[in-house]
């Protein structure tokens, strides 16, 4: 089983609809869960970041942790072409390096 | 304000081939990773480094070597390139301590596009 799950897609959804987004994971010393965008040929890109449990928005962007289910959801409200990328979750205990990501879900927003 | 910077953005290279895959950052981050990533595998850890002097594997080092000898640059060296090693290759930094609550926020480079040939 691997330590974080992520349902690949692709997932096509129609301009303005709600896009929810998730990660599955079994290692419960995970603190830190972050979600990076990433546009075709370009690197990752932070989106959001959270500690432990909890939700946190940013514009269009709510993430959310429920460390008791030990499952992450990233949803975008308002979604635009513009949001059209691979998702990835990562995640990584207290004092420790090593991320761990999930594989990546593909977006595509049509407009 | 470069942030992570990777070069070259692509190579070819032939089967024995070795060469070095190049890695800055200008935020005098501690932490630096390389990673490949391959389709339906993800971004899987090759090396990382928590400062000058003090490199460690990751979950797939084999055939792939790292020093660093200043905080900014960690170059990637392929000792003899595999078909196997073709990938897209980014290198990541962040600072080794959190400060304001970003403890371990990586940021990452725009990549290196491997064909081994």
């Known amino acids: 089983q691997k330590e974080v799950e992520q349902d690949p897609g692709p997932l096509s959804v129609p301009e303005g609809a709600i896009v929810s987004l998730n990660c599955t994971y079994s290692?419960?010393?995970?603190?830190?869960f972050m979600w990076y965008r990433q546009y075709s040929r370009k690197g990752p890109e932070l989106l959001m970041y959270?500690?432990?449990?909890g939700n946190k928005e940013d514009g269009r962007f709510t993430a959310q942790v429920d460390k008791s289910s030990k499952y992450i959801s990233l949803f975008i409200r308002d979604s635009q072409p513009s949001d059209s990328a691979t998702y990835l979750c990562?995640?990584?205990?207290?004092?420790?390096?090593?991320?761990?990501f999930g594989t990546g879900t593909r977006l595509k927003v049509l407009a | 304000n470069a942030g992570v910077t990777q070069t070259p953005k692509f190579q070819v290279l032939k089967t024995g081939q070795s060469m070095t895959l190049q890695c800055a950052q200008d935020?005098?981050?501690?932490?630096m990773s390389w990673y490949r990533q391959d389709p339906g595998m993800g971004l899987r850890l090759i090396h990382y480094?928590?400062?000058?002097?003090?490199?460690d594997q990751g979950e797939v080092p084999n055939g792939y070597n790292v020093s660093r000898s200043t905080t900014e640059d960690f170059p990637l060296r392929l000792l003899s390139a595999a078909p196997s090693q073709t990938s897209v290759y980014f290198c990541a930094s962040s600072y080794r301590y959190g400060t304001s609550g970003t403890q371990n926020i990586q940021y990452f480079g725009a990549g290196t596009r491997l064909s081994v040939l």
């Open positions: 990562a995640m990584v205990g207290s004092g420790t390096y090593k991320y761990i």
């Open positions: 480094s928590v400062g000058a002097g003090i490199t």
């Open positions: 935020m005098n981050h501690e932490y």
């Open positions: 959270t500690y432990s449990s």
């Open positions: 290692n419960s010393a995970f603190q830190y």
